[in-house]
Structure formats: structure tokens, C-alpha cells
């Protein structure tokens, strides 16, 4: 089975700390994505990587920075929490198909933030 | 115009009732289709990859029609462990990297 593990199910931080959420997965997938999701909002993504060392934006990375120096694992980093960075942050991976396009999204089990 | 639009819901059905999601997507790029399940305060899990000959799991049906850019879910004999929210999902491009995710409807299945 496909794990994808994040590293803490409920965080809380202060205002202003810098926070590491981190993810790994087992599956040797090339694709990794951090979310997060909010009541009403849906799932909004955050940051993607396809590679060891490379990064895409998503829809909101504004106070996000994401790190992959191992293929198995992505780190999300708030450089400095605030009170509206307050989610459920989700992990999760993903692989290329060889014909095209590529396989489903497999979840870590999320992690809820709480900045105070 | 949203990139993948679902039912708004909730949906409340009776124990053993059928019941019919329905999705649209707005980008003809799109390549892969699934419907996910997510569960209160959970993570989401993929219930079913959607492909264009159809395809069944059980109780669950899922269909695609690219030309319409629609695809839907159907639950039989629906039972109070289907109660959720269910989720829409389009990958699109040729590397996977891009999925997106509709809002989710939610079904109640009531004893």
C-alpha cells in the first residue's frame, strides 16, 4: 500500500514562530503537493514538486516555502505564522504515467494547524 | 467559471436509496478522472479512478462523457458508511501534476 506520512496530526504554534510541516511518502512518486483546506474553500493548493530540488507555485503560496532535497520527502515552511495560516494542511503524491497524464493523488492523514 | 463544478448538496437519502452525483469540467485538457471520498476531519481517499468505457466497483458506478465534459457517481443500496463528502477530481496536462479538485457534495444517508 502507498503511504504517505505527514509528521504531526495537530500542531499549535504562536504568531510570528516558524513552522515545518513535513511529508514522506514511500512510493518513489515524482510528484509531491502541499494543500490546504478550509470550510467552504475546498482543497487550495500551496506548492507542488515534480523533482528532488524543484518547485511550483500553487494558487496561494504567499508565507509558504517548500523544500525537497529527497525525493521521498516535501517540506511546507511558514516563515512566520500568522492567525489566518490556521488549517488542515494535507500532503500528498502522485507518479507519471508512461502513457501520458498520471495515477490518483494519495493523501497523508493531514496535519490541523492552530496559530494563536 | 469554476474548472470543475459539482452538485451542491447536501444530499439526505434513506438507507438503500440510490443516489446521483454529477461533476463538469470546464478544460478539455483534462486526462484523468477520479471520484475521492473524504470523511469529517479526514483525509481524502480515492473511491474510484472514471474511465470512458465506464467503469463499476460494487454498489458504485462511475461514468465519463468527454464530449460533454461530465461525469457522474451512482450509489446503490446506499448505506449509513456512505455518508460523506464526495469529491470531483480532474487531472490535467501530461505529467499529472495538475489536479483539481471540486467543491465536494455531501451525502447523509439516514437509517
Known amino acids: 500500500d502507498v503511504k504517505v506520512t505527514q509528521s504531526s496530526r495537530y500542531l499549535v504554534k504562536r504568531t510570528g514562530e516558524k513552522v515545518f510541516l513535513e511529508c514522506v511518502q514511500d512510493m518513489d512518486h515524482e510528484n509531491m503537493f502541499w494543500y490546504r483546506q478550509d470550510p467552504g474553500l475546498g482543497l487550495r493548493l500551496i506548492y507542488f514538486?515534480?523533482?528532488?530540488?524543484?518547485?511550483e507555485k500553487g494558487d496561494i503560496p504567499e508565507g509558504y516555502s517548500v523544500s525537497r532535497e529527497k525525493k521521498e520527502r516535501f517540506s511546507l515552511i511558514l516563515e512566520s505564522a500568522s492567525t489566518n495560516q490556521t488549517s488542515m494542511y494535507l500532503c500528498?503524491?502522485?507518479?507519471?504515467?508512461?502513457?501520458?497524464?498520471?495515477?490518483?493523488?494519495?493523501f497523508g492523514q493531514g496535519t490541523r494547524l492552530t496559530v494563536v | 467559471r469554476k474548472e470543475v463544478e459539482q452538485d451542491p448538496g447536501p444530499f439526505n437519502v434513506p438507507e438503500g436509496a440510490t443516489v446521483a452525483f454529477n461533476c463538469t469540467y470546464s478544460?478539455?485538457?483534462?486526462?484523468?478522472f477520479f471520484w475521492y471520498r473524504q470523511d469529517c476531519r479526514k483525509e481524502p481517499k480515492l473511491l474510484m479512478s472514471v474511465y470512458s468505457s465506464g467503469n463499476e466497483d460494487g454498489r458504485f458506478t462511475a461514468q465519463l462523457n468527454r464530449a460533454s465534459q461530465y461525469i457522474s457517481l451512482l450509489i446503490r443500496d446506499s448505506k449509513l458508511s456512505d455518508s460523506a463528502t464526495y469529491l470531483c477530481?480532474?487531472?490535467?496536462?501530461?505529467?499529472?501534476?495538475?489536479?483539481?479538485f471540486g467543491p465536494g457534495t455531501r451525502l447523509s444517508v439516514l437509517p
Open positions: 514538486s515534480y523533482d528532488v530540488k524543484m518547485k
Open positions: 477530481v480532474v487531472n490535467i496536462g501530461n505529467y499529472g501534476q495538475n489536479f483539481v
Open positions: 500528498a503524491s502522485s507518479s507519471i504515467l508512461a502513457t501520458g497524464g498520471g495515477t490518483e493523488a494519495f
Open positions: 478544460n478539455s485538457a483534462s486526462q484523468s
